[in-house]
């Protein structure tokens, strides 16, 4: 899969790129806004972009509006702005991951695959991590071959956690992933689906780690 990396800092760049195509994606790579579009114009096989905010000239905002104005392509905004009306503006724009810098690359690729999959819904359609199976397309759970009852919301949970094995995820993060943008409830009700979804799984539900005073986190360590 082909990944635009927009950023002009050239080490930051390359940074991004070594990390993503040590896992397998073609990378192409801009220093500027007015590039990025022209590359994004030419080629009509970008399956994801990477987007710096600031940057001279065209900024990462001004050039997500722009695509977003002829396609949905999944765009991961990078910023050493952290403030929230700067994370909304972003979203706004039609951004669909805001990363502050300093990030970890790891971290980066690890989102990246998690768009791609829920974009793509053909790739990954089965998700297979210690004993426990999620066939995405079938909406069947399997832990150790045996089938597992599951709500809409605690599969979408579950296939949330899956897809973002080893990243800290936010209550705040999962209820706009799992919930949606538009959900105002209270976050608490993730914390009420994780209880029932690590019941559930049985042996298998110690996978789902609580980070105290942030969220939860996929993974055996």
Known sequence: ?????????????????????KDGYDVVEAEDGEKA????????????????VMMPGLDGIQVCKKIRKTSKVPVIMLTAKTGEEDELMGFDSGADEYISKPFSPKILVARVQAILKRTNPFEGAVIEKYGISVDKSAHIVTVDGSQVELSFKEFELLTYFMENE??????????N???????????RTIDTHVKKLRSKLGSKGDTIKTIWGLGYKFGMQ
């Open 1 to 21: 899969m082909k990944i635009l990396v927009v950023d002009d800092e050239s080490r930051m760049r390359k940074l991004v790129r070594d990390f993503l195509v």
């Open 37 to 52: 579009l022209d590359i994004f114009e030419s080629h009509n096989d970008i399956d994801l972009i990477i987007l710096d």
């Open 166 to 175: 080893g990243v800290a995820l936010s209550r705040e993060k999962i209820l």
């Open 177 to 187: 992933n799992v919930w949606n943008y538009d959900y105002f409830g209270d976050a």
